[in-house]
Structure formats: C-alpha cells, structure tokens
C-alpha cells in the first residue's frame, strides 16, 4: 500500500491520499473463535488459534503501515496523507452497536446478513440464508468475512466528511 502512494505520486501526480488501515478481523465470523465452517473454509482448523492469530497479524500490520506512511510523506513535498483508522470504527461499531446500525431487528455484531455453514470438508452440504428489507441495517457483517451495507455506509460517510474537508475522529492527517 505504501509503495502505491509513493508510485501514485511519482508517476501518476497525485497528491491527496486517504488510506485505510485494516479492520478487526478477529471479529469477522471466519477469523473468530466462534467460527463454524463457510464456502470460505471447510477444512478442520483451530478457531481460536485463528483468531489470535488474525488479531495480531492486524494490529502489527495496521502498526507497520502507519509508521511507514509517517516516514513515506516526509518525502513527499506538496502531498495530503490521511490515515483512516478503519480498525477503530469497526471496534467501535462491535462495541457500540446502537451508535451506528440502524435496522428493524435487534444489533448483530456476531452473526451476518448471509450466513452459510456447511459440514466440514462438504462443498454440498451448504446451507444460505439471507435477511432481506431494512433488517439488514442492523448487521455489522454481510457473510462471514465481508461488512455490511450498513457498515459501508458508515465508512463512506466518514471518508466522505474528509473529502468536504471536515473533521473525522477516525482520521489522522500525516502530512
């Protein structure tokens, strides 16, 4: 990602960058620790192992990034870095689902709109589901990997408010 902001800049002229970093994974269904087997995973694993796994990958990926984009826009003159926390945003929406998700069933952080489980390594033995209407405002997850429609309204509006040159608390200007 960061070598994309240096080529963008250099080659194709850009100047103005909002970058995100990566969400809690270990809260999406594959990566948790409550994990049941999906079409994206059928063999046997150790779900927790998974998940710690995931959350550390995470948090030292979004760690590295930050710093590298830091040192990166030093040595970009004239460029506009932001760092969209996305990590955050999504914490805050697991933690506080009520700020945010707005659908017409109780808040849903743990399951999604589309589940589909299947018996491991049983590519036939699926079986999907899927809320329809305005119920699925109030999932913070679509399938077991991907946010929701609601989730990505939420991130939209707050990029958004950087583009107008407002404030978002989940954005931190480097350069």
Known sequence: MVNWVKMLYDKGGARNFIVQNMIPLQHVILYSANSYYTWFWLKERNSTAWSVQMTEMVEAGNAL????????????????????????????????????????????????????????????????????????????????????????????????QVFQGKQSQWTTWLS
Request: net charge negative.
């Open 65 to 160: 990034t930050k710093l590298m984009l830091k040192d990166l826009a030093s040595t970009l003159p004239g460029a506009h870095i932001a760092y969209f926390d996305s990590h955050s945003l999504f914490q805050d929406i697991y933690d506080h689902p009520g700020l945010y998700l707005n659908g017409t069933v109780p808040y849903n952080v743990t399951g999604c709109i589309r589940p589909c489980v299947f018996k491991q390594n049983d590519p036939k033995s699926g079986f999907c589901s899927i809320v329809n209407g305005p119920a699925r405002d109030s999932y913070l997850w679509y399938d077991e990997l991907h946010p929701s429609e609601q989730a990505n309204r939420i991130v939209a509006r707050e990029i958004a």
